[in-house]
Structure formats: C-alpha cells, structure tokens
C-alpha cells in the first residue's frame, strides 16, 4: 500500500494531522445513520454526570424521612426512594459516579494492558510465550469472576471496585493489542524501517502506533461499555460502590426491594445504564467505521 | 442441419439495483451435440457469468434475460426454477477454484455417494462401489483412500478431479468447464486436461470450455467465441480464429501470446484496460482501446457478421473487407 | 455495536494441515485433547494459585473474620486462630496444603456459617449448573431458528435491525432485565427461590424459567447475529453454489452444505462465552434468590469467609476449564480440520 508507506515514514500521525483533517473526521463519523443521535445523547450523558452538582435539584444523600418512597411529583421529579432521598439527583450522581469509574478502570485498563499488549507482541522466544501465558491465565477466569474475588480479598468500595475490574479487563484488552500488533509487524513498511536502520523503539513509536490506535480505540469503547454493566452489576449484588453513594447498580439493587409497590424505582436506573451503553455502542461503532479505511460510505 | 443441443439467443445479465449496467450485453451463442466449444476472454468480460446464467445460479443481484433451448426445450432463462432440473442431469459444471468449491466438512465419500445416489436412486452399498468407480476413472490412485479424505487433506489437482468425477457421476449430456485447470500449476494442468478431453470423447458430452488461455483452447476446442466487456465480438473454428483473427482484440490476444511464444524482447500488450461496467460506451466497447477505431466505433454498436472465415462484431476488421450477411443466413 | 466484528481474534481460525491420509482420527481428537487438557489444567491451577496468593497477601485478616466483629479480642488469641487456620505457615506450603486437601474432597470449614465448605458448594453447584446449561440452551433454541429466518433478509436495513437487535443484547445486563421479568409476571410465575428437580418437574421448570430467560438473551443475541451473517456467508459460498449446480435438491443443500458450516463460528463463540455466562448467572441468581454459587459467593465475600470464597473460587474455575475443554470435543468432532490448537 504506497500511501500507508508514505504515511508511515512521514512525522506526522497519518490519523489527523490537522485540525481540518480532524473536523473532516468528525464529520464522516456523523454523517453515518443514527450517529448524530447517538454522539449527541453521548454528549448530554457526560454533560449530566459532570455537572451533576451544579444540576441535581437536591443532595443525594439526604434523607427526608416524611416522604419516604412518594411518587413523582414536582419537588421530586422521579419521586423518592425508601429513605427519603430524591431519586433525580441520586441518578445524576450515580450516573457521574459510574461513568467516573468506567472512566478510570478504562484508563486503567489502557495504561497496563496496552504495553503488556503491545510487549507481548513484539518480544520474541521465552519473554513472549511467558508473557503471553500470564494473559492466558487471566483470561482463564472470566472478567467478572476475577473481579469478585479480588473484592473478595480487598473488600467492597470504590478502590476496590476500579482495581477489581481493572485487573478482569486487562488481560482482555492486552490479548487484543498483542494479536493487533502481531498483526502489524507481519506488514512490510515495518521490515522497511528495520532494515533501514530505525531502532526499535522508534518503529514503536512512529510507525506501529498510530496504526494501533484505530483498533485500540474501537477496543476501549467495548471496554467502557463493559465496565459500565459490570460495575453496575458488582453494585447491584453489594459488592462494588457502598451505599449512601448512589451507583446506577445499586440504585437498581433498592429498587429490586420494591419492583412490585414502585417499578420505577428499578426502571429507571435500569434504563440509564442501558442507555449510556447502547450509546457507547454505537458511537464506537461509527469510530470503527469513520477509522477502517476501507469503508467507503 | 441437426439442431443445435444448446443454443442461448440474446443473453442479457444486469444488476438488479441497476439495470442499465450489464455484465452480459446480449450474448447468443449455440452448440452442437459432441463439440467443444470455447467462450474466451480475459477476467470481466462475463463468460463465467454466462455460464452460471444457463443453469440458473446466478447471485440474488444479478437477473438474467434471455431465450435458451435445450434439446429442444424451451426456457425463459429469467426463470431460475425452470432451469433447476437441468443442473447435473443435463449439464454439469465444473468450477473453476477447486480450493473452495467442496464442503470442508463432509468427506468424499458422503458428498460423491450422494450425487451418485440422487441421480441413480442406488443402494448404499452399491453406491459406494460406483463412487470407488468413478474416483478411478478420473485418475485418483487409491479410491479407497481419497473416498475417506476429506477435501482439506487433498492437493488441487486431485480436488479438481474429484470435481470432475461429481460432474460425471450426473451423467450429463453438456459439460461446462468453468477455467477447469486456472487454480492449478501447470503440470497438472495438462494431466486435467487431457482427462477432460478423453471423458467426453468416451462419453460422447459436449462441453462448452470457458477460458482465458488461447492455448489450451487450440488444444482441446472446435469452435471458440470471443468476448469481450460483455459482449462477444468474434466466433469461428478454432483454427480460424486464431490463425486469422478477424477482430481486432482477438488479433491483439493472438499477438500477445505470440510475442511470448517467440521469446520477443517486449512483450506484446494491449493497452488500456477492461472498461468497469459503468463505463461502457453505447458504441463498441473495445474501441477506446482499438488502433483501427474510428469515430463511428464509438456511437454504433457492431453486430455479428461475416467476415473472413469467421463472425466477427467489427466496422474494421483485420481483413478489412466483409460482406454483410446478416446472421440468420450464416450456416451453421 | 458487533462485539464480534469489533474483536479482531475472537474466532480461533482452525489451523490446517497438509494432505495425509484420514484414518486414525479418534485417536488424533483424543491426542488433542490431552493436551489441551494439560495446558488448560496449568492455566486453571495456575488461576487458583493467583487467587489463594491475592486473598491471602491484600489486607483482611481472616482471623478477625472468625473471630467475630467487635475489636476487642486480644492479639494472642489472633495468633491463636492464624495458626489453627494455619495462617502462619508461609504462602506456597499453604497453597499446597489446601490443595492436597482440596484433591480429597476437604476444602475446608466455613469460616462464618457451620458447614464444611464441600457439602455447601455440592448443594449448590448442581443449581448453577442446571441454570447455565438452560441458559444455554435457550440461546441456542432461539438464536438458531430465528437467523435462518433472518438470513433471507440481506438488505440495509435488515442488516441495521440485526445490529441493533444484537447491540441492546448486549446493553441491557441481564440482572436488570430480570428485574424486568419480576415485575412483569410476578403474578403468573414464581419469582424467587429454586425448587429441585425430585421435588416435582413442573414446580422446578416454573422457578427455573424466568432466571433462564434473564440469563440466556444476552447469549441469545449475539448468537444470532453471528449464526446469522456465517449462515448468509455459507449460502454465498462456492461449495454451496457447486452442490446446487450438481442438482442437489435445495432442502439438503441448505442442511447439510450450509447450515453444517454455518454452526462452526456458532459453536466456538458458544464456548468463549461460557466463562461470560457463568458470571452472569451469580448476578441472575442474586436477584432471584435462587440458592446457587453465585449467592453464596457474594454472601461470602460480603462476610469476608475466605474459605468458602476460596471453594467457590476453586469449583468455579473447574467448571470454566471443563466447559472449554468439552467445547473442544465438541468442535474436533465437527470440524475434521480441527487438530491440535495451539493457543
């Protein structure tokens, strides 16, 4: 391929060089059906949970003991839970508390897997096959069982919790890179580099790089959305976020104590999650697409 | 005159999204009990699509219109279900990529024995022997052995005979061999050939031979019909055509080969390229890449007509003369 | 999104061997097998290894957990328990020991409740595995029919409703949805607790329903979206069209050409996502109530009773392994080219 040669031994990222090529990006992501919806829904998501103080009509923990469970009504838009406290601003603050966390596990998970990844793919011989059995024997055990246990040891909370799923999601994102990366290496433009002369860790840097990110990236999004559900889901059964601080998760577990007097309760954090992950879906989808070149929409 | 056991009038392909563009522009071609016919031209000119049309394979997107008479049956080849019972009775086709045209996961012996026993209605066990049979008859070496196999545990050239066995297993009257030996090396080639051609002699089949390789259509065909960009623009006798090739992209064809064959220090080429299907002009198509174009080549599209020894569908043939016969006087 | 178009190795591309003569294959698929099961046994110990490590080096004293809560018991009688527990014992001997122990058939005594930690998972291990195999099982009954069907419809928008289909599989966890299905027929079928089998059929398949149904959409969506576009690839395929040239009647050609090929990525995805499905069914069972694995790992967890989080743990990984294991029987039986799989 002449112009991935070209665009390899250029200095500039062959991604988005410049602010045009990067506003030309943006628009063909939007230009797919449903993406305008889904990066605008995206956007008022993350506005929500981060302006979730300056928003919430009222504090979240706060408890009002004399309209306890009371239907929505105009003081308290989606009405209150079992002790009182106004069910609106807990969902803001647990949506700002759940995506915060999917954020850090997600960075989390880049910041190990990525070079364990990208290490596994690039060294040779016994470094390669150890490191490549370590992933394996954390993939042996499924994300979120690996997650229960390290709660299990650790104890339940928020540390607990993003090292939790940190620790079940790494393995998965570092298998990925390192099939990516095997991937790469097999092209020629590297062979090209190598036999020049370029050291290995520039070949790392400038050229395989950049050609990782469009595949890391889509990978991150699934990563983000994962996270979301299985922290939701560690919540739910009372092993991740405490109470009082609202989760999207442990919302979902009250409302599970009255899903017969006060479905609501239950729906709509349950709609929230469902929601911010379908969402992420999507736009990781119209990443995936804007990215692969060979799209041609 | 015998009739003719296939003969296919104005064959039209089109995408289904889009009519106007035609891998197949209106092709009719005929051939005799017991003859070899070629349909020759390079990749994208629509001699495989043509011959999926007569058996009524052709993918969801493309429809296909057009008159065809089979033994003296009618059909309307848009008409998939009517050509349905013709395949493997009447005419069997060979494929052309070996490599991915058996079910990977059924053995020999399960995907042979039920050809066998669909078209025979013979029992299990002798229907094992005849499979032993025919994998003999195509040159396997150890029937027993291959009946077991498993496609992935076979080379090419035993697949390809293994293809060759399912076509006979039909006992067709009409093979079609679909670029038979393009998947394979060259020595083996020459072996599937010349099994080929002993078969239908033995079996007395006609076979309609589709190929990009003038050479072997030398060897192995009676009669050979060019096309080009969907449309065919010469037929004659094998000799004819290639001795004296009328039009001039068959004339450019013969050149290239011989330009191989002469080990000349440049190789002979045809300049330009096969045009997209979108880009076909409404005159002839081969004249944006033609020495002899005139500006008349590009509005009118030629017909059939006799010229020299064969038909050729030119304003400017190699011999230059040709007397205008119209087609439904040329003998056939 | 496609969870599996997204994944760039989520199938395992059978690896083919040159041409050699067939025979012998039972032998060769049972080879694979011993292998395989040697490499994932490694992998398994090594998990259980990795876990016993963890909950013994992090912070959290088990003694204080048999203890009691409440802080005033002196520091000689925490050195008393660590060494009953045989905590003081260093980490790789302790390892063994339970080990050693575990291949007996003792995996210790709860530390909160008074059971040994075997009879308490035995009880509930068959509940977690009747759960996952139905789960299974209605993906598999649902998914299958439904993208035949599906597989007519090739167009645009045909595609996008798949995709969407198989992006709200994904988005709506399954705990929720069975919160969903609580609310829904809370009146019509029993919503929490587990009745066994012995105990009358119809009772066991009306508590088992709902958790099942919870459990296996996820499954079933991905399922279908995959079966769906592999079965509208095999009908594309030149083998398929060949059989018809041949005059293979349609019926045959669609059962035994396409849909025998078509099932091979099904099967496969099947089996990666059974360590997915198992963490799925102690979410279900949680909001259920229904007494299996899963809740009593997070009791356990919650109670800080390490040794039956360590049981459950070690049973858990068995099944994960053995599960894998047999979807590799499964797939060297359905796949002739399947030989031995080289992680």
């Known amino acids: 391929m002449p112009e991935s040669f070209g665009a390899a031994l250029s200095p500039s990222s062959p991604i988005a060089p410049n602010t045009r090529q990067r506003r030309r990006f943006m628009a063909r992501i939007l230009s797919l059906p449903g993406q305008k919806v889904a990066w605008s829904i995206l956007f008022v998501l993350v506005s929500a949970a981060v302006l979730a103080p300056l928003l919430a009509p009222h504090s979240p923990n706060v408890q009002d003991l004399t309209s306890t469970l009371a239907p929505p009504s105009g003081e308290h838009l989606l009405g209150t839970d079992d002790l009182g406290r106004d069910q609106l601003s807990r969902l803001l603050f647990g949506l700002r508390t759940s995506l915060a966390i999917s954020a850090a596990v997600t960075f989390g998970v880049m910041v190990i897997g990525l070079p364990l990844g990208m290490l596994a793919g690039f060294t040779r011989g016994i470094a390669n096959t150890v490191i490549a059995r370590l992933i394996d024997v954390g993939l042996a055990l499924p994300s979120l069982l690996l997650a229960l246990a390290l709660i299990a040891a650790m104890g339940a909370g928020v540390t607990s919790t993003v090292i939790a799923l940190v620790a079940g999601y790494t393995p998965y994102l570092a298998r990925v890179t390192r099939s990516v990366v095997l991937k790469i290496r097999e092209e020629e433009y590297i062979d090209s580099a190598a036999v020049s002369g370029v050291p290995t860790w520039r070949i790392i840097v400038r050229h395989v790089t950049p050609n990782m990110i469009e595949s890391v990236s889509v990978q991150l999004t699934l990563i983000f959305a994962f996270t979301v559900i299985a922290e939701a889901g560690l919540s739910f059964v009372g092993l991740g976020i405490q109470p009082p601080t609202s989760s999207l998760g442990n919302m979902l577990a009250l409302g599970s104590t009255h899903s017969i007097d006060l479905p609501l309760m239950s729906i709509v954090p349950g709609c929230t999650i469902a929601l911010v992950v379908i969402t992420l879906l999507v736009c990781g989808d119209g990443l995936r697409h804007a990215l692969d070149p060979r799209s041609n929409r | 005159m015998t009739k003719p056991l296939l003969s296919i009038t104005d064959l039209r392909v089109a995408l289904a999204d889009n009519p106007a563009l035609r891998p197949v522009d209106g092709v009719s071609f005929h051939i005799d009990s017991g003859e070899s016919v070629a349909l020759v031209g390079e990749s994208g000119c629509g001699k495989s699509v043509t011959s999926y049309s007569v058996l009524g394979l052709l993918e969801g997107s493309l429809a296909a219109h057009g008159e065809m008479v089979f033994n003296g049956r009618r059909f309307d080849m848009s008409d998939r279900g009517a050509l349905a019972p013709l395949r493997g009775t009447d005419i069997a086709m060979i494929p052309q990529d070996p490599g991915t045209s058996l079910n990977p996961v059924v053995s020999i012996e399960r995907q042979l024995g039920d050809l066998v026993r669909i078209h025979h209605r013979l029992s299990k066990r002798v229907a094992a022997k005849r499979v032993r049979e025919l994998l003999a008859r195509v040159g396997i070496p150890a029937p027993d052995r291959v009946a077991g196999a498993f496609p992935f545990e076979l080379s090419g050239g035993m697949r390809q005979r293994v293809l060759i066995a399912m076509a006979l297993a039909c006992e067709p009257t009409m093979l079609i061999a679909d670029e038979p030996t393009t998947a394979l090396d060259t020595t083996v080639q020459a072996q599937i050939m010349d099994l080929l051609q002993s078969l239908i002699a033995d079996e007395g089949m006609s076979m309609m031979f589709i190929s990009h390789d003038l050479g072997l259509v030398a060897q192995h065909c009676n009669r050979a019909y060019v096309m080009y960009a969907g449309k065919i623009v010469e037929s004659g006798s094998v000799g004819d055509v290639l001795r004296e090739p009328e039009h001039p992209y068959t004339h450019a064809l013969v050149d290239c080969l011989e330009s191989m064959n002469t080990g000349a220090r440049r190789l002979k080429t045809v300049r330009g390229i096969v045009p997209p299907l979108s880009d076909r002009t409404r005159g002839c198509h081969f004249a944006p890449r033609c020495d002899r174009a005139e500006d008349e080549c590009l509005s009118s599209s030629p017909e059939l007509e006799r010229s020299g020894h064969s038909l050729a569908a030119c304003l400017h043939p190699m011999t230059g003369s040709h007397q205008r016969v119209s087609a439904s006087e040329v003998p056939r | 999104m496609s969870v599996i178009e997204a994944v760039p190795d989520y199938d395992r591309p059978p690896k083919v061997r040159e041409p050699a003569p067939s025979s012998g294959r039972l032998r060769r698929i049972a080879r694979t097998l011993l292998i395989n099961a040697a490499q ?95 789960a299974l099982a209605f993906a598999l009954l649902v998914a299958v029919p439904l993208s035949v069907l599906a597989s007519r419809f090739t167009s645009d928008r045909a595609n996008r409703s798949v995709r969407l289909v198989g992006t709200l599989g994904i988005a709506v966890p399954s705990f929720w949805l069975a919160l969903l299905l609580i609310i829904a027929f809370q009146n019509v079928l029993p919503t929490f607790g587990y009745s066994s089998i012995s105990d009358g059929v119809g009772a066991h398949f009306q508590h088992m329903i709902l958790p099942t149904i919870a459990l296996g959409v996820g499954m079933s969506t991905l399922l279908f979206e995959t079966t769906r576009a592999s079965l509208i690839g095999t009908l594309n395929s030149d083998y398929v069209r060949t059989a018809r040239s041949f005059g293979i009647p349609e019926r045959r050609v669609y059962s035994r050409y396409a849909l025998r090929n078509a099932l091979l990525p099904t099967v496969t995805i099947a089996g990666l996502e059974m360590g997915a499905l198992m963490g799925g069914a102690l979410l279900v069972e949680n909001a259920f109530a229904v007494p299996g694995m899963g809740r009593l790992l997070v009791q356990s967890v919650l109670a800080r009773d390490y040794t039956v989080v360590q049981g459950c743990i070690l049973v858990l990984v068995i099944v994960v392994v053995s599960v894998n294991l047999l979807m590799d029987v499964v797939y060297s039986f359905i796949d002739p080219r399947v030989r031995t799989d080289n992680a």
């Open chain 3, 40 to 134: 994932l046994g490694i992998v398994g110990l090594a998990a259980t290894f990795l876990m016993f490590v963890l909950l013994r080096t992090i912070p959290g004293d088990p003694a204080r957990t048999v203890s009691g809560p409440g802080g005033s018991v002196s520091p000689e009688q925490i050195a008393r328990i660590r060494s009953e527990l045989g905590l003081d014992k260093p980490v790789v001997v302790q390892y063994f020991d339970w080990l050693s122990a575990a291949a007996h058939g003792d995996l210790g005594k709860s530390l909160v409740l008074n059971d040994s930690v075997t009879t308490l998972l035995s009880d509930r291990i068959v509940v977690t595995l009747q759960l996952g195999m139905y």
